[in-house]
């Protein structure tokens, strides 16, 4: 883990300890930028379209693979199921989403969007490639390809990440 030495620090009884340098520190880096990146997204969506940034996720997902269910969804981008299925209904009230009966078993719903989603889906992917190119605009394009390149290998590592349970003595 990356860390520095601060000594005597206020509050501490004088102890030196290690703490986290941020300026170092990757998940600091993806947290801040994911928050920011949701939150504003969020906001400029539900102002320009009536939907927050859940919303967008699903209906980006549903027009990449159309006739899919509610928990492929949240297996796909990690979204909780409860996000989801608040998202699912407001969707389908809205008009953009509409639920299918599958075939195979008639539990699951299977979810399309409607002629209005798929309007809606172009409005937004041409507003969030325009953010995401003033993100990557500090790049190059050959950073920009070993940038997804590094994301795309970390994203790999996710699920050794999920099934990662140190020792007892790990955490001392």
Not at 25 to 36: D, E, K, R
Not at 45 to 59: A, C, K
């Amino acid at each position: 883990m990356p860390s520095t030495k601060r000594s005597g620090a206020a509050g501490s009884g004088g102890v030196d300890r290690d703490v986290l340098d941020l300026g170092a520190y990757v998940p600091y880096f993806l947290t801040a930028i994911s928050n920011t990146w949701s939150r504003s997204s969020s906001r400029l969506y539900l102002e320009r379209f009536g939907v927050g940034v859940t919303e967008w996720r699903l209906i980006s997902q549903l027009a990449i693979e159309p006739g899919i269910a509610a928990q492929r969804i949240c297996e796909i981008i990690g979204l909780d199921k409860g996000a989801v299925s608040r998202s699912v209904a407001a969707l389908v009230a809205a008009g953009h989403v509409a639920e299918g009966v599958d075939g195979r078993d008639g539990r699951r719903q299977l979810l399309e969007l409607t002629a209005s989603g798929y309007a809606l889906h172009d409005r937004l992917i041409a507003l969030a490639t325009r953010r995401e190119q003033i993100l990557l605009d500090a790049l190059t394009p050959e950073e920009r390809d070993q940038f997804t390149d590094f994301l795309r290998r970390i994203h790999a590592r996710l699920p050794a990440l999920r099934e990662f349970r140190p020792e007892a003595k790990d955490e001392a």
